[in-house]
C-alpha cells in the first residue's frame, strides 16, 4: 500500500510496524499535496493486513457485518441507559437517579478507555480462521447480554 507499487504483494515477514509506518508517510505526502490515494499509486482496494484484493463475497460479508453490530451495539445500549437504568435507580431508596448514572456512565468511560486499547491489542495480535476480530466481536456480545440479563433482574433488598 504505502510503497507506490500497485498490486505488488508484502512480504508476510515485513514488519507490521514498517508497513504502518510507511502507510502513514503515504498517507500523510497525499494530504500535504491534497491528492488522493488513488493519484499517489495507492491502492485502496487491498487489504492493509494482507495486501491482497477482497472478492465481492467478502466486501458483502463486511457491509452486513457493519450494518448487524451499529444496529445490534446501539439498540441495547440506547434502551438500557435510557429506560431500563433510570428505572432501576429511581426505585432505590437513598439513591438520586441522575448521580448514579453519572458516576456508572463515568466509570464506564473510564473502563472504555483501558479496554479498548487492551482488546485492540489482544485482537490485533489473533489470528482466528474466521477472521481476526470475529470471535472478538462474538465474545463481547455474549458478555453483554448476559450483563443486561443480569441487571433485569429483580434487586433483592435484605
Not at 466486501?59 to 438500557?80: D, E, N, Q, Y
Not at 441507559?81 to 432501576?88: D, E, N, Y
Not at 491489542?121 to 440479563?149: E, H, N, Q, Y
Request: hydrophobic content about 45%; aromatic content about 6%.
Amino acid at each position: 500500500m504505502g510503497n507506490g507499487n500497485k498490486g505488488q504483494r508484502r512480504n508476510p515477514a515485513e514488519g507490521v510496524g514498517a508497513r504502518v509506518g510507511e502507510d502513514i508517510k503515504a498517507m500523510a505526502s497525499a494530504d500535504e499535496t491534497g491528492g488522493a490515494a488513488a493519484d499517489r499509486g495507492i491502492d485502496a482496494n487491498l487489504a492493509p493486513d494482507t495486501g491482497r484484493r477482497l472478492n465481492n463475497a467478502e466486501k458483502v460479508r463486511f457491509a452486513i457485518g457493519f450494518v448487524l453490530v451499529s444496529l445490534l451495539w446501539a439498540a441495547p445500549f440506547t434502551m438500557g441507559s435510557g429506560v431500563l437504568l433510570p428505572q432501576i435507580f429511581n426505585s432505590l431508596h437513598g439513591v438520586s437517579a441522575e448521580a448514579a448514572l453519572g458516576t456508572m456512565n463515568s466509570i464506564g468511560c473510564v473502563f472504555a478507555l483501558v479496554a479498548n486499547v487492551v482488546f485492540g491489542a489482544l485482537s490485533d495480535m489473533s489470528r482466528f480462521r474466521v477472521g481476526k476480530r470475529t470471535p472478538w466481536i462474538v465474545l463481547g456480545g455474549i458478555i453483554g447480554a448476559l450483563g443486561f440479563c443480569w441487571l433485569s433482574s429483580p434487586i433483592r433488598s435484605p
